[in-house]
């Protein structure tokens, strides 16, 4: 008996062995920690874990990326870089011309991501032509949040324009609610401040000041009306939005202490985590004078070039996971985002998500697909920093003119 028991276990020992020898482990550097997030992160550990290989969590907290960008910088100078680190538009340009990120093609071709991918996507993921990041979802970031029942307390109706933004955000008010849940920070300052920008100048308007970097749209009659319209939002928000964080501002919607927020769709994530039902217990808009056009948000893993061969071998395994339907279905579910797969059966999705889906389409045809600025998508990194520092200073320094918050945007997108 005991003979069959050692020999049993020393079975189970080479079986596991065999196992072992192809295990890796894969640090995954991510600021997914919010409630809707953490549960989308966790999906993708038991993924890795599935196939046999060790998960090792580097998570930075902090809304945005600011934070876990600032501790990646750190890790790759000192030569101690994670296999993957969610990182995304041109900054993933950034990463690769510094030579660290691993080329990803044998992953990519076998598992047809060329034919699998809209090509905008593709194109950004690809440095020099050869893959460096593997995407996981396609988050709108112009969207509004509201809570039906404040609403209806309030005798208000969901905004369709800014206009009607206002003439809603006054009737929370009166009704003792507070209009707009925000944090201010400069991230989600910025976040409120391109929907704005949207919504009053138009895809074209947008392309031309927030990508193009253009400085007579920027410095511009529209821009000073854009600028304008967003310090007024501040008007509906409480004293304590400064430094708050964005899921905090989603939960007083939720509790009803708020009637709305402008945030993308990692929002809904929290929405669903908390147990609330689209449609019923909360609305998802588009941001006022928006719904034709569609913020793209797309976050993505880069890879880092890796010494040992198992754990590249996991950090394989990780990119080929990250785009197969199963994992692109269960982890959008829970992040609030839709899968960046083309093709994908969106069943199991609520009206938000297909809604979405179908706008990223329409928008794509029509040409008022735009990447965010504030969530990393649309201009080299520094430039997009000053002008976030420009925007949160005119939001919060009741001082500051228009006219300067314009020529200080204009400084500021100069930074390469
Ligand atoms: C990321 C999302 C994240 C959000 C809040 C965005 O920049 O793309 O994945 O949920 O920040 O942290």
């Known amino acids: 008996m005991a003979m069959k028991r050692i020999s049993l276990s020393l079975a189970a020992a080479g079986l596991l062995g065999a196992t072992l020898a192809h295990a890796g482990e894969v640090e995954v550097l991510h600021w997914w920690t919010s409630g809707g997030e953490a549960k989308a992160a966790a ?7 599935k196939k046999g290989h ?38 993933i340009q950034e990463w690769a011309r510094e030579g660290v990120l691993a080329n990803m093609d044998s992953v990519a071709k076998a598992e047809k991501w060329d034919e699998l991918l809209p090509k905008v996507v593709a194109d950004g993921l690809k440095y020099k032509g050869n893959y460096v990041a593997a995407p996981v979802n396609v988050h709108r970031v112009n969207w509004l949040w509201a809570n039906p029942a404040v609403f209806q307390k309030a ?13 809603a955000a006054e009737a929370l008010k009166k009704a003792g609610v507070i209009p707009v849940a925000h944090g201010g920070q400069n991230w989600q300052d910025f976040t409120t401040f391109e ?38 939002v501040k008007g509906y928000t409480d004293k304590n939005a400064p430094g708050r964080d964005w899921n905090l501002a989603t939960a007083m919607v939720i509790k009803g202490e708020a009637g709305m927020q402008l945030m993308g769709d990692w929002a809904k994530g929290e929405f669903i985590a908390a147990g609330k039902v689209p449609g019923k217990d909360f609305a998802c808009v588009a941001a006022p004078g928006t719904a034709k056009s569609f913020t793209y948000n797309v976050d993505s893993f880069a890879l880092f070039q890796l010494k040992d061969p198992a754990n590249q071998k996991a950090q394989q395994d990780l990119a080929a996971a990250i785009m197969s339907p199963e994992f692109q279905e269960v982890f959008n579910l829970n992040k609030g985002s839709i899968p960046v797969r083309l093709g994908m059966k969106l069943d199991k999705f609520d ?15 029509a040409g008022s697909l735009v990447p965010s600025i504030a969530h990393g998508m649309a201009v080299p990194s520094a430039a997009e920093g000053a002008m976030k520092d420009v925007v949160s200073q005119f939001w919060n320094d009741d001082k500051m003119t228009a006219a300067a918050a314009m020529d200080k945007l204009v400084a500021a997108a100069k930074n390469k």
């Open 43 to 49: 999906e993708l550990k038991a993924t890795m874990q």
């Open 54 to 91: 060790s998960w090792k969590d580097f998570a930075v907290a902090g809304g945005g990326g600011d934070a876990a960008m600032t501790v990646l910088k750190s890790r790759v100078v000192s030569g101690n870089a994670p296999a993957a680190a969610q990182i995304k538009g041109p900054s």
């Open 155 to 167: 005798g208000a109706k969901l905004p369709t324009t800014w206009d009607e933004f206002f003439v």
């Open 195 to 232: 929907s704005v920008a949207l919504g009053v100048g138009g895809a074209d308007f947008y392309k031309k000041a927030m990508v193009q970097l253009d400085p007579a749209t920027l410095k511009s009659p529209t821009m000073q009306t854009v600028l304008e319209t967003f310090k007024k």
């Open 351 to 365: 009206d938000c998500a297909k809604t979405s889906a179908a706008d990223f389409v329409a928008s794509n045809k």
